[in-house]
C-alpha cells in the first residue's frame, strides 16, 4: 500500500503537469498524511537540511565553470586543437566532436552545457562539409552526455551525497567508462559514414598543429590539476569545482582576455539559475527520501527483489533496465535522487560495490538525457541546431544503441569499470 500511495501521488502530480520538485513533495507529504504523521514543521525542516550539505556546494561552482568555459574561449580552443589533430581524416569533423566532448567533459561535468558550445561550433561546420545534419545533430548530443561520466561530474556529486559513496572514487572509476562509450560513438560514426562522399579539410601542417596545441593548452592542463588533485588528496571533490571555476575564470580574463566584468554578470546569472534548479530538486527529494526510509520502503523493494539477490549479475541488468525505462520520463537529477534510497540498500543486500553501481547507474541516467520523449540534451541540441526533434531523435538512434551496449557490457564484465578504477585509487 506504501508503495502505491508513493508512485500513484508521484505520477498523479506529474501527469497534471506539476514540476518535478514539487511533485517530490507532493508524494514526500502524501506519505506522511498516509502514515499518520503529517507535519508541516518536519517538512520544512528536510527541506532545509536537504541543500545544506558541503559536497552539494560543487555544483554550482561546476556549473559556473561550464558557463565560463563555454563563453571565454576554452571551448573553442580545444575545439581547434582537436580540428588540427583529427579533422582530416575522413568523416573528420565527427571524430572532432568525440574527442572535443572528451576534453570539454573532463572541464566542465555537465553534459547540456557541453551539448550546446559543440552544437554552436561544429554543427554548422559539419552540415557546411556535407554531413547529413539529423545524424550530425545526434552525434553532437550522444558525445555531450561523456560530461556527466568523466570527472569532475555533476551526476557523480548528486549520487555521491544521496547514498553517502566517497564522490573521490566515483570521480577515478568514471574515466574509462567515459572513454568506452567516447570509442563505441568512433565505432559508430565509422560505420555510418565509410560511404558518404564527404571532402574532408586539408591536413594540418605540424607547426599549425604545435600552434593550436598552444593555444589550447591552458584549458588542457585542467583535467590534469583536477585529477592529480583528486588522486593525490590535494583537494576534494568541492575544493576540485572551486579550483575548476577560479581556473577558468582566470584563463578566460587574464589569459585569453575575452571576458570582461560586463560578461561575466550574465554568466553568474545564468549559472546561479541552473544552480538554483538543480539545489530544488535535491532539497525537494530529501523530504521524499526521508518518508521512504521511515516507510521502511527499501525493505520491501529488497523482499521483491529477494530471488535476484543470488545473482548480482542479474540483479543489476534487471535495476539498468528499471532505470531506462525511468530516464525516458525523467530528467537526469530527479531520477538519481527519486531511485538512488531506493535501490541502494538492494544494492548492498546483493553484495555489488556501491562505486561499481554508482558509475553503471550515471552512465545509464547520462544515457536518459538522450532517450525521448524528455532528452534534455535533444532539447538542447534542438533548440541551439535549429533542427527539429524528430531530426535530432533520428540521428541519435544508433549513437544511443551503440552507448547502451557499452553500458549492458559493463554489467556482464564488471572489471571493464573496476580494474581501471581500482589502480586510479
Known sequence: ??????????????????????????????????MNMFDAQILAQNVIEGANSFPLLAVPFFMLAGEIMNAGGLSRRIVNFAMALVGH?????????????????????????????????????????????????????????????????????????????????????????????????????????????VVPPPRKSLSEVVEALRLATWALVLPFIIIFGLKFGVFTPTEAAVVAAVYSLFVSTVIYRELNLKKLVPLFMAAAKTSAVVMFLVAAAMVSAWMITVANLPAQVVELLQPLLDSPRLLMLAIMILTMVVGTALDMTPTILL????????????????????????????????TPPVGTVLNAVAGVGKVSMDEVTRGVIPFMIAQ??????????????????????
Open 404 to 425: 547502451f551496449a557499452i553500458m549492458f557490457l559493463m554489467v556482464a564484465f564488471p572489471q571493464l569499470v573496476m580494474v581501471p578504477a581500482r589502480w586510479f585509487y
Open 1 to 34: 500500500m506504501t508503495i502505491v500511495i508513493f508512485l500513484g501521488s508521484l505520477l498523479a502530480a506529474m501527469a497534471l503537469g506539476v514540476p518535478i520538485a514539487f511533485s517530490l513533495l507532493l508524494c514526500g507529504a502524501a506519505l506522511m498524511w498516509q
Open 89 to 197: 581524416i575522413k568523416g573528420g569533423l565527427g571524430y572532432v566532436t568525440i574527442v572535443a566532448a572528451v576534453i570539454m567533459a573532463s572541464l566542465s561535468g555537465s553534459a547540456v552545457a557541453d551539448a550546446a558550445a559543440l552544437t554552436a561550433l561544429l554543427l554548422p561546420m559539419m552540415v557546411a562539409a556535407g554531413h547529413d545534419k539529423a545524424r550530425s545533430a545526434g552525434l553532437i548530443a550522444s558525445a555531450g552526455i561523456i560530461a556527466p561520466i568523466i570527472p569532475p561530474s555533476i551526476g557523480f556529486v548528486i549520487f555521491g551525497v544521496a547514498a553517502n559513496v566517497s564522490i573521490s572514487k566515483l570521480f577515478m572509476a568514471g574515466i574509462f567508462p567515459g572513454v568506452w562509450l567516447a570509442l563505441s560513438l568512433v565505432a559508430t560514426w565509422w560505420w555510418l559514414v565509410r560511404r558518404e562522399v
Open 339 to 370: 531511485l538512488t534510497p531506493v535501490l541502494m540498500p538492494v544494492v548492498k543486500a546483493a553484495g555489488i560495490d556501491p562505486v561499481y553501481f554508482g558509475v553503471l547507474f550515471i552512465i545509464n541516467n547520462a544515457i536518459g538525457l538522450i
